[in-house]
Nanobody, 116 residues
Framework: QVQLVESGGGLVQPGGSLRLSCAASGSGFRFNAMGWYRQAPGKQRELVAT???????NYADSVKGRFTISRDNAKNTVYLQMNSLKPEDTGVYYCNSRTPWDYEYWGQGTQVTVSS
């Protein structure tokens, strides 16, 4: 069983930065692919970024060059550094963990609001 706890969300002005963290409990973190997804009001949840167990990364086109996903296996934590934030980045950001057997876990989400 894996539990994921996100933190770091908040209100930021356009052009600002935030760093989200997702702490995972349970064993096997280093074997799991990790990801960040977001859901804006009235929209479907969408992929933001993923990082594999081998640290290969993948980003949505809308965040390429602005967001960076990373992981610290010693701390069982994945991060999302978000720079040059835009109002359209507003939403609830969810952490995702996928095991080598394709079983998924989700965090409870953290709100990110980009507004002046």
């Amino acid at each position: 069983q894996v539990q994921l706890v996100e933190s770091g969300g908040g209100l930021v002005q356009p052009g600002g930065s935030l760093r989200l963290s997702c702490a995972a409990s349970g064993s096997g973190f280093r074997f799991n692919a990790m990801g960040w997804y977001r859901q804006a009001p009235g929209k479907q949840r969408e992929l933001v970024a993923t990082i594999s167990s081998g640290r290969s990364t993948n980003y949505a086109d809308s965040v390429k060059g602005r967001f960076t996903i990373s992981r610290d296996n010693a701390k069982n934590t994945v991060y999302l550094q978000m720079n040059s934030l835009k109002p359209e980045d507003t939403g609830v950001y969810y952490c995702n963990s996928r095991t080598p057997w394709d079983y998924e876990y989700w965090g409870q989400g953290t709100q990110v609001t980009v507004s002046s």
